[in-house]
């Protein structure tokens, strides 16, 4: 029995010997085909779900048995197959460049093109190299200095505040200016990114000319930028990665040296005002120096976390991510926090004519903040008590309201808004959802049908209070104390892109054909109410509890409800052909007609068209052997269209061309109508037409590589207001008039400057160079003050010019029109156009990245150049008229005096203080230079090498510090010298530091 057992089991137990000794480790390293070393290239068994990913270096190790086959694939590589035999142990691959990958990540309009067949102008940026890991909120903020002609403004420091983001230029007065934004086929809110996480993007590519615009039509005249979010890969094993970060914000330096408790005092009693006047020496040497600005300032704690799943089989691929983000801002009362979830699947056919996928991410945001920042509410703006209150007055003196109810002045401005920190709530919370989903069928050859849905949901619910116990009221005289306002807002979007397209190539030659629709429709429901008084007895936050009903006494306590019911819509269908001979010439056209419900039927659709062609000069014969890799010669002009002619969102002015009332009290009191709005069945699209030149070239095995694109830019039919009898008691009436002009040029250049398998440092500068130019200003003196004139550059500030000080007795002194020099100059003729604007003449970035072994080091430098804002906080700390109420620069102990003649300050008690406005505020003499240089980003960062980690379950770790907004240089004496308008005590954006850890397995 044990001998018939013997023999039965033997041979099994000699398979099972083999199998064992077939298993084996397979290691090595993974290059590019000039030999620089591949990270994060797939390499999976084929057959199994054992994979595992290359490390910085390129290295991979991975258990597989002997017959198996290896698959390493990467984007815009070959996949590479291997077999394992018995012997292998080491097996190093180079992979080569995949062209038709590589096109894939070219972005042209509704669909990809390859490189080499692209005749638009377009940046993508990889998300893992530019955005990946930053500590900012809001995703549009990091894409600051990264595009040429991409201008991005953030004015708050309020956690995941919106951004005004302009490309190429203004080319809208009162219209939309901002890009078209896309998230995965999604048509999303520009100016609401709060609640989305960057962390789960891709890449994003920025559209410029018209060649990549005009088919998007009535949404691409500002350009188009199209953000890709990440997915799975086909044969990918499940991967886990968790990223976690930790960081601080704090408050950027300022250049005011605002003076102490002591000079403060000294100079109110020098001029007999303030608290100061009624004081002797000792008692302003022992007076307390507090600064507000530790006060309502803080520094605040960032932490972020994001895990994310993604896996892949033969024919389906899935990614999902979840999301915690936390930031205090540096303001106090401000922060914003948030969860993210998203999941997204992509998958094929065993005969792969049909595909799919879908995009879905649902996010959750709650966030608190100060409101009337950027205002001279001395009740309301917490940045105004930290930058200007008075420093010997401090927290101690709070509560003494009897006191202040009886000697209030404006000093004690500190103490009112300390209270209405301890009563004052503004809360935010959002659900968002952006969602898509697509499919395509080959139904004949060379012949696909298309189609691509989505929506983009935000609800919003935001509760303002100030409770009942406050002061504020008290001092303002007000009926009762405490109100509460909520608002419920609800927007819906819907987009539906349908296409039928044609692509086929045969010989030298290739077409792509295509014909679309595209519906868009959107929902906004808005309802709130304010309820003034509340019964401090009674009252909870966000509850009815504590109103107090309405009286026969007094209509205060009546509760103001709102309501807004607004929808909007708009229809689309348009072509295009786009050939290509011998991958040397390209010829692309586009026609696309769209239909807006904002105006007349007679106006209602506008048509938009393109022309974009190209030359390889690199692909001819005669550059065999120049030292040029690629060399490319783009042209392109066409036309968009702008239909959201007023700018704020796409259901602003939906009924221009009607007749509107409002209704009111008439005669004796009596419910009446009145005429509000004279309809203009005229009104049409806005129409920008852009010429674009551009060439793109790769020098010296590409070491050099960067394009030059110039470009001319003109909007017509500029929508405003112009003039018109007052005879039914309205005086303008909306028109299409004027023209605007952008011309410019783009430059973006990287050069290699050590590029071997250890190490690569390279260096990049980013570029734009822009001017404007008003045309046909709607009235006879062929301009309008606050927006410019004819034949000069748009928003050009309008001023009287200042010129100094007088030294004989210390006035100010300005410029007549004519260039005479006077005191008291005429604010209706003495002022003259500048040449200024608040838009900078050059903008882009400059830096280098460097790796060697797996530590890296990134810098991004951010620049501005010609820009000019008017600097009303200087102005505010150094106007004599406020000495005695709020603090003052030290500026101004070198005010003129009989025995300090020689001086840019104006005497204290100047006989023309008040000429051309209040201290000058008419004049140019606070209208100063906000140029600038600011390192915007620095990364530092360690990613270990696989050797490191083998047998510990871990295929990647990595730890990094990152930095933002970490060094300014300019002349701007503010907090903040980012600003596309002038700044008053506006909410400055911080410096965050941030430390991370990043793992897979």
């Given at each position: 029995m044990r001998s018939k057992l013997t023999r039965m089991l033997t041979p099994l137990l000699v398979l099972c010997v083999s199998f064992a000794f077939a298993q084996k480790t397979v290691s090595g390293n993974v290059t590019d085909s000039s030999g620089i070393p591949l990270p994060g290239v797939a390499v999976v068994v084929v057959g199994t779900s054992t994979g595992t990913q290359t490390d910085f270096d390129g290295n991979y190790s991975i258990t597989v048995n002997v017959g198996q086959v290896l698959r390493f694939s990467y984007l815009g590589q070959k996949t590479v197959n291997r077999t394992i035999s018995a012997s292998t142990s080491t097996m190093n691959i180079q992979m080569e460049d995949d062209a038709e990958q590589l096109s894939e990540v070219v972005v042209q309009g509704y669909?990809?093109?390859?490189?080499?067949?692209?005749?638009?102008?377009?940046?993508?940026?990889?998300?893992?190299?530019?955005?990946?890991?930053?500590?900012?909120?809001?995703?549009?903020?990091?894409?600051?200095?990264?595009?040429?002609?991409?201008?991005?403004?953030?004015?708050?420091?309020?956690?995941?505040?919106?951004?005004?983001?302009?490309?190429?230029?203004?080319?809208?007065?009162?219209?939309?200016?901002?890009?078209?934004?896309?998230?995965?086929?999604?048509?999303?809110?520009?100016?609401?990114?709060?609640?989305?996480?960057?962390?789960?993007?891709?890449?994003?590519?920025?559209?410029?000319?018209?060649?990549?615009?005009?088919?998007?039509?009535?949404?691409?005249?500002?350009?188009?930028?199209?953000?890709?979010?990440?997915?799975?890969?086909?044969?990918?094993?499940?991967?886990?990665?968790?990223?976690?970060?930790?960081?601080?914000?704090?408050?950027?330096?300022?250049?005011?040296?605002?003076?102490?408790?002591?000079?403060?005092?000294?100079i109110e009693k020098l001029l007999n005002t303030g608290r100061g006047a009624g004081l002797s020496d000792a008692e302003i040497l022992a007076a307390p120096t507090f600064d507000w600005v530790d006060f309502f300032i803080r520094d605040g704690l960032t932490q972020n976390h994001t895990m994310t799943f993604s896996s892949g089989s033969a024919k389906a691929t899935q990614f999902t991510s979840i999301?915690?983000?936390?930031?205090?801002?540096?303001?106090?009362?401000?922060?914003?926090?948030?969860?993210?979830?998203?999941?997204?699947?992509?998958?094929?056919?065993?005969?792969?004519?049909?595909?799919?996928?879908?995009?879905?991410?649902?996010?959750?945001?709650?966030?608190?903040?100060?409101?009337?920042?950027?205002?001279?509410?001395?009740?309301?703006?917490?940045?105004?008590?930290?930058n200007q209150s008075v420093t010997y007055i401090t927290p101690d003196d709070y509560p003494g309201s009897e006191l202040l109810a009886q000697n209030w002045t404006f000093a004690d401005t500190p103490l009112l808004l300390l209270d209405y920190l301890n009563t004052f709530d503004n809360r935010e919370e959002e659900v968002r959802i952006v969602a898509s989903a697509n499919a395509s069928y080959e139904v004949a050859k060379n012949l696909r049908a298309n189609v691509v849905g989505s929506m983009d949901y935000i609800s919003e619910f935001v509760t303002t209070l100030e409770a009942p116990e406050n002061w504020n009221d008290f001092f303002f005289g007000a009926a009762y104390n405490g109100r509460q306002t909520q608002q419920s807002n609800r927007v819906f979007t819907y987009n539906q892109v349908t296409s039928l397209t044609y692509d086929n190539q045969w010989g030298k030659h290739s077409l792509n054909v295509g014909a679309y629709t595209e519906y868009f429709k959107a929902h906004l429901r808005n309802f709130g109410f304010r309820q003034n008084g509340l019964d401090p007895r009674t009252f909870a936050a966000g509850d009815d509890a504590g109103w107090i009903v309405d009286n026969s006494e007094n209509d205060f306590f009546v509760p103001q409800p709102n309501a807004t019911k607004r929808d909007a819509g708009l229809f689309s269908y348009f072509g295009q052909a786009d050939y290509d001979f011998d991958e040397k010439y390209g010829l692309v056209g586009t026609v696309r007609r769209d239909a807006s419900y904002r105006f007349a039927e007679s106006n209602r659709y506008g048509t938009f068209w393109s022309v974009a062609g190209r030359w390889n000069i690199s692909n001819e014969s005669f550059m065999d052997g120049s030292v040029f890799n690629v060399l490319k010669l783009r042209a392109s002009i066409g036309t968009a269209g702008n239909q959201r002619i007023t700018g704020t969102s796409v259901f602003s002015a939906p009924d221009l061309?009607?007749?509107?009332?409002?209704?009111?009290?008439?005669?004796?009191?009596?419910?009446?109508?009145?005429?509000?709005?004279?309809?203009?069945?005229?009104?049409?699209?806005?129409?920008?037409?852009?010429?674009?030149?551009?060439?793109?070239?790769?020098?010296?095995?590409?070491?050099?590589?960067?394009?030059?694109?110039?470009?001319?830019?003109?909007?017509?039919?500029?929508?405003?207001?112009?003039p018109v009898s007052a005879i039914n008691a309205v005086t303008t009436l909306n028109a299409n008039t004027g023209s605007l002009f952008n011309r410019g040029v783009d430059f973006n250049l990287n050069y290699d400057v050590i590029r071997n398998k250890d190490m690569k440092f390279t260096l990049n500068f980013v570029g734009n160079y822009n001017e404007t130019e008003l045309q046909d200003i709607p009235n006879?003196?062929?301009?309008?003050?606050?927006?410019?004139?004819?034949?000069?550059?748009?928003?050009?500030?309008?001023?009287?010019?200042?010129?100094?000080?007088?030294?004989?007795?210390?006035?100010?002194?300005?410029?007549?029109?004519?260039?005479?020099?006077?005191?008291?100059?005429?604010?209706?003729?003495?002022?003259?156009?500048?040449?200024?604007?608040?838009?900078?003449?050059?903008?882009?970035?400059?830096?280098?990245?460097?790796?060697?072994?797996?530590?890296?080091?990134?810098t991004q430098f951010n620049y501005a150049l010609g820009i000019d804002n008017l600097d009303f906080d200087y102005y505010g700390r150094v106007n004599p008229n406020t000495i005695g109420q709020f603090r003052t620069s030290r500026d101004l102990l070198n005010a003129w005096t009989p025995n300090n003649r020689v001086t840019s300050v104006p005497s204290l008690t100047a006989a023309n203080l008040n000429a051309a406005g209040q201290a000058g505020v008419s004049s140019d003499r606070f209208l100063l230079s906000a140029d600038y240089v600011r390192l915007r980003f620095l990364a530092i960062g360690y990613n270990f090498p696989q050797k490191f980690l083998e047998g510990t379950g871990i295929k990647k770790l990595g730890i990094f510090f990152n930095g933002e907004n970490v060094l300014t240089i300019t002349k701007w004496r503010g907090f903040d010298v980012e600003g596309l308008t002038s700044q008053q005590n506006e909410y400055p954006t911080p410096r965050i530091l941030s430390l991370g850890f990043e793992i897979g397995i």
């Open positions: 669909r990809t093109a390859p490189k080499t067949k692209s005749a638009i102008a377009q940046v993508t940026i990889s998300a893992d190299e530019s955005i990946k890991n930053r500590p900012n909120a809001s995703v549009v903020q990091t894409l600051a200095g990264q595009v040429a002609g991409l201008n991005i403004t953030t004015t708050s420091g309020q956690p995941g505040a919106n951004s005004q983001v302009q490309l190429r230029g203004v080319n809208s007065i009162n219209g939309n200016t901002e890009p078209l934004f896309i998230i995965d086929g999604a048509p999303v809110d520009e100016d609401n990114f709060r609640s989305l996480n960057p962390q789960d993007i891709q890449s994003i590519s920025v559209l410029k000319d018209a060649g990549a615009t005009a088919i998007y039509g009535n949404r691409g005249a500002n350009g188009v930028i199209v953000i890709k979010t990440r997915t799975g890969n086909f044969d990918q094993a499940l991967q886990i990665n968790y990223t976690g970060i930790a960081g601080f914000s704090a408050l950027p330096g300022n250049d005011y040296d605002l003076m102490n408790s002591q000079e403060q005092l000294s999301g915690f983000f936390d930031q205090q801002g540096v303001l106090v009362d401000s922060d914003l926090k948030r969860f993210n979830f998203r999941n997204n699947v992509t998958g094929k056919s065993e005969d792969e004519r049909f595909n799919y996928g879908t995009n879905l991410t649902i996010n959750y945001s709650v966030s608190n903040s100060p409101n009337s920042v950027g205002t001279g509410a001395i009740n309301r703006n917490y940045l105004l008590g930290a061309t009607r007749s509107l009332f409002g209704t009111g009290p008439g005669y004796r009191g009596q419910n009446a109508l009145f005429l509000t709005q004279i309809p203009n069945t005229t009104l049409r699209w806005e129409t920008v037409k852009q010429t674009n030149i551009g060439v793109d070239f790769e020098v010296f095995d590409s070491r050099l590589r960067g394009s030059v694109d110039v470009y001319e830019k003109e909007t017509t039919d500029l929508f405003q207001s112009t006879d003196e062929g301009e309008i003050i606050g927006i410019g004139r004819n034949g000069g550059i748009l928003d050009e500030y309008f001023r009287v010019r200042y010129v100094g000080v007088n030294p004989a007795n210390g006035n100010l002194l300005f410029l007549d029109a004519d260039g005479n020099v006077t005191e008291n100059p005429n604010l209706d003729t003495d002022a003259v156009w500048t040449g200024k604007n608040p838009y900078p003449d050059w903008l882009g970035s400059f830096g280098f990245n460097f790796d060697w072994k797996g530590f890296y080091v990134q």
